[in-house]
């Protein structure tokens, strides 16, 4: 068989993990040749494909980023998009493409399965926000990258008797805001899902300073919200190809709101991009292979318009349609678990 594999979406710790998988599963258990698409689905619009074997994936393991390249462009805005790549997949005898991305690139892939060309997904999040599957690899090496800058923080948080805000990401799901809050020791953690006030922030910080502690730690997920609140006013809304507001400067808000109700020192840092980058962490090199090899599987087992997850410790798979019906929000026993140590 010929397999394409595609990397879309924003760039993640594991993807090169993956490639390496999928590419030494078909090779050596199922004979089949690999092409390698380029730049997400840029690359199979233009037929920029490339052959992968044994040697060009040897040594990637360890590589952040994707040897493929990747892009945010939706190719569904333009049906003649649609209907080059259905040209190129056709033309390079694609028997199935391993589309690894979150949930646009998989949207891609589930309409595309009905338009003549057959898919299988991998589950790419930083935010792990994908349902059908426990965990998106990515996630864990963002969580500890994060849980790091926490620990920095509060050398200096405390040293200059300040409260430090951490911005991190987050659009629908507060996952990584919570989980690196939880294990950095953080004092207050905002997430999407449950919409803030400046007085519940205020009233958490003030009981700290009661307490005898003269700085705090907030962590807060770049899609947090507060409530009655217009963000418009402070910051314009932009939009990227799929419809999604791009995100960033929550933490500088909050920042401006609280300086404006107290007589803090703040001092705020976001992670951005630096979440996404650098070498994957042990647990998603492991998950980011046993996917990459099940994909690989897949294609064979004909088990096309499906994405492959993590159900307690087995590799299985759900529908795409499954996976993309909403998005996985943070458990709420985790929230509850780290307001114990607020305040």
Excluded at 135 to 143: H, I, L, N, R
Excluded at 192 to 215: A, V, W, Y
Aim: with cysteine; net charge negative; aromatic share 6%.
């Amino acid at each position: 068989m010929r397999v394409g594999v595609l990397t879309g979406g924003g760039d993640c710790p594991g993807l090169n993990a993956v490639i390496r998988a999928v590419t030494r599963r078909a090779i050596t258990a199922h004979d089949d040749q690999v092409l390698g698409i380029k730049n997400g689905w840029d690359g199979l619009i233009a037929g920029d494909v490339e052959p992968l074997s044994l040697y060009s994936v040897s040594g990637i393991l360890p590589k952040g980023g994707t040897i493929l390249g990747t892009s945010r462009h939706n190719p569904l805005k333009r049906e003649e998009n649609i209907t080059k790549m259905l040209e190129q997949y056709q033309r390079y005898e694609l028997d199935g493409i391993i589309t690894i991305g979150g949930d646009d690139t998989l949207g891609v892939a589930h309409k595309l399965n009905a338009r003549g060309m057959k898919f299988v997904g991998i589950p790419k999040s930083i935010d792990n926000d994908l349902q059908g599957t426990d965990y998106s690899f990515g996630f864990d090496t963002a969580v500890s990258f994060a849980t790091e800058a926490i620990d920095r923080l509060h050398s200096t948080a405390e040293a200059h008797h300040r409260v430090a805000i951490l911005e991190v990401m987050g659009r629908y799901s507060g996952a990584i805001a919570t989980t690196a809050g939880i294990a950095g020791g953080a004092d207050c953690i905002l997430v999407p899902e449950r919409p803030f006030t400046f007085d519940g922030i205020i009233n958490i910080l003030d009981s700290r300073q009661r307490h005898g502690k003269n700085f705090s730690i907030v962590v807060v997920a770049e899609g947090a919200l507060p409530k009655d609140f217009d963000l418009a006013t402070v910051r314009p809304e932009r939009t990227d190809e799929f419809g999604h507001r791009i995100l960033g400067g929550i933490g500088d808000i909050i920042r401006r709101e609280l300086e404006k109700r107290s007589n803090w020192e703040i001092r705020v840092a976001a992670l951005g991009p630096l979440q996404r980058g650098g070498s994957p962490s042990m647990t998603d090199r492991l998950l980011a292979t046993r996917f990459g090899v099940r994909a690989a599987d897949m294609v064979h087992e004909g088990k096309f318009d499906c994405m492959t997850a993590l159900r307690g410790t087995e590799i299985t798979e759900v529908s795409l349609a499954e996976a993309l019906r909403t998005h996985k929000t943070v458990d709420p026993k985790l929230l509850e678990l780290a307001e114990v140590f607020f305040g």
